[in-house]
C-alpha cells in the first residue's frame, strides 16, 4: 500500500457525461499527478499539482481539468466523454520536487 | 519533449535465469530514472531508481545501469522468480523525481517459464 488513495475505484457511465475522480496523496505530501493508462497511448503523464498551484501539464486534454484543494486533495474532471477516454487514471503524490512518485490504485473508467 | 522507447515488448526468460530490459531517452537534460513494475490492473509499483549522478545502482536481485553518453538505460533482473512475471515500465523525467511529470516507455511483458 502506497498511502495514496483514489476514488471511485470503478466508474462506469455514457458518452457526453461528465465524471470527477478524486485522488488522496500520502499523509506531507505536496505534490499530485494524473495519469491515463489505456492499451494504445500506454502510460501518460496528464498534469501535476504542487501545494495547490498548477506546476507541469502533459498531455492533458481540454475537455479534462483538474485541481489541488488547501487540504492537498485532488480531483481530475473529464467532460464531454468519449469511448476513447476509457482508461485507467491514476495519481501519485511526492513529498517535494527531487522524490520518488508512489502511486495510488488507480480509478479504471469506462464510457459506454 | 522527451520520448522513451522500450524494449522489448515482451520477454520470456526460464526461472533462474537473468533478464535484461533496455530503454533510450531522447533528451539529455533527462536526470531521473525509476523502473517500474506493474501486475494486471494494479498500481506501478516503484522497484528501483536511478540519478543521474550515478552510473549504476543495485538492490538484491535488481539493478539498473545508466549511461548518459548514449542516453540508454537498462533493467537488470537476476535469478528470476516466477514472482517477477508482471510488466515493467521504464521513465524519464527532468528534475529528479518530483519536478515533472514522468515519461514512461510502452512496457516490457516480462514472463518467467517454470
Known amino acids: 500500500d502506497s498511502g495514496v488513495t483514489q476514488t471511485p475505484k470503478h466508474l462506469i457511465t455514457a458518452t457526453g457525461q461528465r465524471v470527477t475522480l478524486r485522488c488522496s496523496p500520502r499523509s506531507g505530501d505536496l505534490s499530485v499527478y494524473w495519469y491515463q493508462q489505456s492499451l494504445d497511448q500506454g502510460l501518460q503523464f496528464l498534469i501535476q499539482y504542487y501545494n495547490g498551484e498548477e506546476r507541469a501539464k502533459g498531455n492533458i486534454l481540454e475537455r479534462f481539468s483538474a485541481q489541488q484543494f488547501p487540504d492537498l486533495h485532488s480531483e481530475l474532471n473529464l467532460s464531454s466523454l468519449e469511448l476513447g477516454d476509457s482508461a485507467l487514471y491514476f495519481c501519485?503524490?511526492?513529498?517535494?520536487?527531487?522524490?520518488?512518485?508512489?502511486f495510488g490504485p488507480g480509478t479504471r473508467l469506462t464510457v459506454l | 519533449g522527451e520520448n522513451v522507447e522500450q524494449h522489448p515488448s515482451t520477454l520470456s526468460v526460464q526461472e533462474g535465469d537473468s533478464a535484461v530490459i533496455k530503454c533510450t531517452y531522447s533528451?539529455?537534460?533527462?536526470?531521473?530514472f525509476p523502473w517500474y513494475k506493474q501486475e494486471l490492473g494494479k498500481r506501478p509499483q516503484l522497484i528501483i531508481d536511478i540519478r543521474s549522478n550515478v552510473g549504476e545502482k543495485k538492490d538484491q536481485r535488481i539493478a539498473v545501469t545508466l549511461n548518459k553518453t548514449a542516453k540508454h538505460f537498462s533493467l537488470h533482473i537476476t535469478e528470476t522468480q516466477p514472482e517477477d512475471s508482471a510488466v515493467y515500465f521504464c521513465?524519464?523525467?527532468?528534475?529528479?523525481?518530483?519536478?515533472?511529470?514522468?515519461?514512461f516507455g510502452k512496457g516490457t511483458h516480462l514472463i518467467i517459464q517454470p
Open positions: 533528451d539529455s537534460a533527462s536526470n531521473y
Open positions: 501519485a503524490s511526492t513529498r517535494d520536487l527531487t522524490d520518488t512518485q508512489y
Open positions: 521513465a524519464a523525467s527532468i528534475g529528479g523525481g518530483g519536478a515533472d511529470g514522468l515519461t
